[in-house]
C-alpha cells in the first residue's frame, strides 16, 4: 500500500494546485479561494492523487451522486464536498468535466495558533467519499455562498493582522453550517437509510451466523462500511442521526445479542461462545 502511494501524484502545497488549474499564485501562500475551477478530470489530473491541504468545493453539478446507497438523493442541483490533507483522492468515474463554482483550499499551518487547528479534526464529513457529497436545497445553497463570497472578498481586498482571525471565524460558521445541513440530509434520507440500517443488520447477521467470526474475528466499522459502499464516518454519522449509537456501538449491541442468544440456547461454555464470536480470549 504504501509503494502505491508513493507514486501517487502529490500536491503538497497551494502553488501546486494553481498551477494545475493554469492560474496565478495564490496571494496568501496557505490559504485561496479560487472561483469556477476546472474539474481534476477534466485538466487530466490522474483519478487517484493525494493533496497536502484541506479542501472544500461547491460543484453546481454533481453526477456522481447517483451513486450513493441505492441511488436515493434529495436535489438534483450540485453540492459540497470535503477534503483533508493526506487522503487518496480520485473522481468518479465517468464523471462529467463540470466546474467548481467555489473551491477553498487551506494549508494546515493556516490553522496554527488558533483551536481550529485541533477541532478541524471533529468535522467527520472531511472523511466522506465523493458519491457522500453534501446536496443542499436551494436555500442552503444560498447560506453557504454567503459565506463564500464574504471569504473571497476579504481575501482579495485586504490582507493585514485581523485577516486570519475573519477568515478563520467564516470558516467555523461554513463547517457549522456544513455540520447542520448533513444533519437534515440524513434526516431527509431517512428511507433510505433505514434501508442501509436494515442491510446493515442483515451483514452481521450473516457475518456471525455463517460464524465468519471463528476465522476473520470480530466484524470492524472498515469491514461493514466497505460492504454498504460507504466511508466509515458516513456510516456512523448516519447511525448515530438515525439511531443515537454509532456503528461500533452497533457491533458490540450485535455481539451482546448473539451471546446471550447461544448462552441461553446452548450447551456451550463461556469461552467457547467468545470465541465462536470471534474474540481471543473469554
Not at 494553481?18 to 490522474?46: D, E, N, V
Not at 493526506?86 to 483550499?105: D, K, P, R
Not at 496554527?112 to 467519499?129: D, R, W
Not at 440530509?185 to 431517512?190: E, G, H, L, P, V
Request: charged share 20%; net charge negative.
Amino acid at each position: 500500500m504504501k509503494r502505491e502511494e508513493k507514486n501517487l501524484l502529490r500536491f503538497d502545497t497551494l502553488a501546486d494546485a494553481h498551477r494545475a488549474f493554469g492560474i496565478t499564485a495564490p496571494l496568501h501562500p496557505l490559504i485561496s479561494m479560487i472561483k469556477q475551477a476546472p474539474s481534476w478530470s477534466a485538466l487530466g489530473i490522474p483519478a487517484q492523487h493525494v493533496l497536502g491541504f484541506y479542501k472544500i468545493s461547491y460543484k453546481p453539478k454533481l453526477s456522481g451522486k447517483l451513486r450513493y446507497g441505492q441511488g436515493y438523493y434529495d436535489f438534483d442541483e450540485g453540492g459540497l464536498l470535503f477534503a483533508a490533507p493526506g487522503q487518496i483522492m480520485g473522481h468518479l468515474e465517468n464523471e462529467e468535466a463540470v466546474c467548481s463554482e467555489y473551491t477553498l483550499l487551506i494549508h494546515p499551518d493556516f490553522f496554527l495558533g488558533h483551536p481550529i487547528a485541533k477541532e478541524i479534526g471533529q468535522y467527520a464529513f472531511f472523511s466522506y467519499t465523493t458519491n457522500e457529497a453534501l446536496h443542499l436545497s436551494e436555500t442552503e445553497k444560498a447560506t453557504i455562498m454567503s459565506v463564500f463570497k464574504f471569504m473571497e472578498e476579504e481575501l482579495n481586498s485586504r490582507i493585514d493582522d485581523f485577516s486570519q482571525n475573519v477568515i478563520i471565524a467564516q470558516l467555523e460558521l461554513l463547517l457549522n453550517y456544513a455540520n447542520r445541513f448533513y444533519r437534515r440530509q440524513f434526516i431527509t434520507r431517512k428511507a433510505a437509510s433505514t434501508d442501509l440500517l436494515q442491510r446493515l443488520e442483515d451483514i452481521l447477521n450473516g457475518y456471525f451466523n455463517d460464524e465468519q467470526a471463528l476465522s476473520r474475528g470480530l466484524p470492524s466499522v472498515q469491514f461493514l462500511a466497505e460492504s454498504l459502499n460507504l466511508s466509515p464516518g458516513y456510516l456512523s454519522d448516519m447511525l448515530r442521526t438515525l439511531t443515537g449509537r454509532n456503528t461500533q456501538q452497533h457491533i458490540h449491541d450485535k455481539l451482546m445479542e448473539k451471546a446471550k442468544e447461544k448462552l441461553s440456547t446452548t450447551r456451550l461454555t463461556v469461552g467457547e461462545v467468545a470465541y465462536a464470536l470471534g474474540f481471543e480470549h473469554p
